[in-house]
């Protein structure tokens, strides 16, 4: 009865803020809910205030609804239960018809980089909705607790590679402990952040949940003994900080199901972090610390037995994973690497991937020399993709054209592999944070050896993933009947006007300027083939174009 009553006013609630489609965010304190609104004047005030459960209504920069202390922590995951179904529910919007000429036969078209572009991102929508399983979709949660923490090991990364080589050269000494507590700092306290965030993305209470994995930090912790031997401050770190988040928000559920709302908010809290802490320290601290301890034995095992073989895989499946929505799986065993050796080295075989990408595009730069609109695209995304950022050069290139994402994989597979290669020799190139990738992680690269042979490693990998994942795509990349489609002169033009049809020339001017290109989805989608039809476009406005024999 209680979670019925606790729905039907967040029911009552969410149409008389403007519905679901109105709501850009939702959140919760000690009374009220808070909501962000894109048009305020869709909120009905006075009908809202007359809902029974509503104490009142508070505007400041969030529309601030007032349940009462127990009430609102009930009320706000149904309230988002509501917001998630009715966008859910919503209708998809149907696309305007494009018109054609009765009993006229469609004239060829030149492939241009715009409606690769929009194939690109048909593609993504059709893996996003196949990826909407229940594994991948918590896969998806587990991905959205790490990647909040990202800008933070970037910086702190960096910071730790700076001053590693103000060490190694000497210079600085009155800097480099502060620049070492700097950079130790994060990574010191990182299983609270990973408790907070994981609170929150799973419904509870977000300073609860840092609440009990700060247990696993906490220096007094060493006085502890558990399964016959005493734990050590840190012991199962953030997949330990994970689970005991975890835990704490389904002891929150069950308190604020049970507990009298006129004493939950003395006893949910003190519930919550007792019951879930005591479980943290002896139980779930000793088992994510054997975890954590088999993922890094693990991971050493294999690029020192099986470096070649697995570089090759991890870097030729990396963005195929990422179409299937498992590549989340990595980034918890990326940070836990991260957090007991310093590195991961994962990281800089998996960039790899992202080489392959480059050499497919210059590539399919040099094929395609008459298509100056996708030539227009390549360059300018160019930049990015050889400083780590894919997507523009996945979405608006090589995944839509179908086989030079193969081809780029290739590429991937090959840089991988020469970077597991040297693993086996015993030269490990790891990253101290995670996301960049390309020329950007050069600055986060870290290992078993000197800097400087870091670099040569890492550099190598790079170039042999730009050579191989061009030479693939040259000479195997294209079809016939696909350079046929794609080889055309097509150029947009500035003014945006269609030129007439005209017999081919020798070759297309090529443009100096580098225009933006399409917006890119963020992550890579599923690979496609030319052979299917492509997507139309309406006719272009040239006067009296000559009839195509």
Known sequence: MAENKNRALAAAILPLVGGAANVTTVVHCMTRLRLGLADRSLVQDEALKAVPGVMGVVEDDTYQIVLGPGTVARVTPEFEALVEEERAAAPAPVPAAVPATAGAAPEPHPVTAEELAARGAELKAERKAR??????????????????????????????????????????????PALGALASGFMALIAVFVGYNTAKEFGGTPILGGAVASIIVFPGIGDVEAFGSKLSPGQGGVLGALGAAVLAVYVERWCR????????VLVTPTVTVLVSGLVTVFGLMFVAGQIASGIGTGADWLLENTGAFAGFVLGGLFLPLVMLGLHQALIPIHTTLIESQGYTALLPILAMAGAGQVGCAVAVYLRLRRNASLRRTIRSAMPAGILGVGEPLIYGVSLPLGRPFITACVGGAAGGAFIGAF????????????????????????????????????????????????????????????????????DAGESGEARAEAEPTDAAPDSPDSPDSPDAPDVPGTSGTTGGPRPGTPPAPAPAPAPSS
């Open 257 to 264: 199901r049970w507990v009298p709302e006129a004493v939950d």
């Open 131 to 176: 990826n909407a399983t229940p594994l991948k979709l918590f896969l998806r949660r587990i991905a959205n607790i790490f990647v909040p923490l990202i800008p933070a090991l970037i910086g702190c990364g960096i910071i730790a590679g700076v001053n590693g080589l103000l060490i190694n050269l000497g210079w600085a000494p009155g800097v480099t």
């Open 423 to 490: 693993s086996m020799l015993g030269d490990t190139v790891g990253s101290t944070a995670i996301g960049p990738s390309g020329w950007a992680l050069f600055p986060l690269l870290a290992g078993n050896q000197s800097l400087g042979l870091l670099i040569a490693v890492y550099g190598g990998g790079l170039l042999t993933g730009y050579l191989v994942g061009f030479l693939a795509t040259y000479f195997f990349g294209f079809s016939k009947q696909m350079l046929t489609d794609l080889n055309a002169d097509v």
